[in-house]
């Protein structure tokens, strides 16, 4: 049954892709709802053996949502930015959990724009970037995207609604700068972001001032990068207790609402990690 009446006269490829835009954008607020909706978890193929993503990639996405409920935005006064970082060792699926966030975001906020890099254009191109092109054709909203080797876009606005690859190095500062949304979210994700020089974060910060701006950053172990020396205390602490542990700043000048910290090797199975 057709939910909106209007829709009755529209062919049907149209009403197919109206009711997936509102099934997707169903989800702005629910990360973990959205990443167990958009793939094919369970159905023939790679995925068929799988019912979701990890445990762990599970509680990052369910406290992601969390930030995200109590920030409410509603597309006119800026909030708070999302800074969220996770640390774990090799091959555990922080890429995977990278992909997982890029099409959330890009699937949930007409006109979001983002910026993806990696500690080296090695890691970039053949890890990171490649596993989000590869995510997002599994991704029920894949198709609304052109991704390239460095570029994904809305088919339909290309120049308002996109995620670039950068790299990291200092010379490359500017292309970090001048990322706004106003209306929407403007994102930056950082893997392996302890080895991003100091100039790259600084010069991301001034896409942190309106919409809904969110910051997620990996690193290596117990390696973290913050915004802000109190911020470094806070992560280097959390690092001390247990696997897992989590550890919540309630500064509003730009240090992490929350850091996930794992130390782990992550001992899980998963077709999450590539």
């Not at 149209?14 to 954008?25: F, N, P, S």
């Not at 100039?199 to 802000?228: F, N, Q, W, Y």
Request: with cysteine; aromatic share 10%; proline share 4%.
């Amino acid at each position: 049954m057709i939910e909106n009446e209007a829709l009755l006269d529209v062919p049907d490829a149209v009403i197919d892709e109206e009711l997936l835009y509102r099934k997707a954008t169903s989800f702005r607020n629910d990360p973990l709802g959205f990443v167990k909706w958009a793939y094919p978890w369970g159905k023939p193929g790679l995925l068929e053996k799988y019912s979701g993503p990890d445990d762990w990639q599970a509680d990052f996405l369910r406290e992601l949502g969390e930030e995200v409920r109590k920030r409410n935005f509603d597309g006119v006064p800026p909030v708070l930015p999302i800074k969220f970082t996770t640390a774990s060792g090799h091959g555990i699926g922080k890429s995977v959990l990278v992909a997982f966030i890029v099409n959330w975001i890009m699937s949930t906020r007409p006109h979001a724009q983002g910026t993806v890099t990696a500690n080296t254009f090695q890691q970039l191109s053949t890890r990171t970037w490649a596993t989000i092109q590869t995510w997002t054709k599994r991704c029920a909203t894949g198709h609304w995207f052109e991704t390239t080797g460095q570029r994904m876009y809305h088919k339909q606005f290309k120049e308002s609604w996109f995620c670039s690859a950068q790299s990291c190095k200092e010379d490359n500062s500017e292309a970090f700068a001048g990322q706004h949304a106003a209306n929407s979210t403007s994102f930056y994700i950082f893997d392996e972001a302890s080895a991003v020089p100091d100039k790259i974060h600084e010069v991301a910060e001034g896409g942190l001032t309106d919409g809904e701006p969110m910051v997620c950053m990996s690193a290596l172990s117990i390696a973290l990068r913050s915004a802000s020396s109190a911020t470094a205390g806070l992560c280097a602490a959390s690092t001390r207790g247990p696997a897992n542990s989590r550890t919540k700043s309630l500064s509003s000048s730009g240090a992490w609402i929350a850091a996930r910290v794992r130390t782990s090797s992550a001992s899980a199975c998963s077709g999450c990690r590539r």
